[in-house]
């Protein structure tokens, strides 16, 4: 089992930048796979980032060349770096831990993108 914490959200003006952090409660050097995920108000929650324990990295069309993800082992924590934000980037932003065991979500950050 594992608790993750995000935070980092807030309000930021569109074209800002935001960084999200993820702490994990343990070692996320053996966790599969871990990723962000948001949800928009009345629509469904979707894959943002995610970051495997080996091999590449994967985006959303809709971030890509905005967000980077990225995860220090070390720290027991992943990041979301987001740039260029635009108005639809407007969500809460999940993290999410794949392990052997199952799926394990932290409670979500609100990021707000507006003038």
């Known amino acids: 089992q594992v608790q993750l914490v995000e935070s980092g959200g807030g309000l930021v003006q569109p074209g800002g930048s935001q960084r999200l952090s993820c702490a994990a409660s343990r070692s996320i050097f053996s966790i599969n796979e871990m990723g962000w995920y948001r949800q928009a108000p009345g629509k469904e929650r979707e894959l943002v980032a995610n970051?495997?324990?080996?091999?590449?990295?994967n985006y959303a069309d809709s971030v890509k060349g905005r967000f980077t993800i990225s995860r220090d082992n070390a720290k027991n924590t992943i990041y979301l770096q987001m740039n260029s934000l635009k108005s639809e980037d407007t969500a809460v932003y999940y993290c999410?831990?794949?392990?052997?065991?199952?799926?394990?979500w932290g409670q979500g950050t609100q990021v707000t993108v507006s003038s």
């Open positions: 970051i495997p324990s080996a091999g590449s990295t």
């Open positions: 999410r831990a794949g392990t052997s065991y199952g799926f394990y």
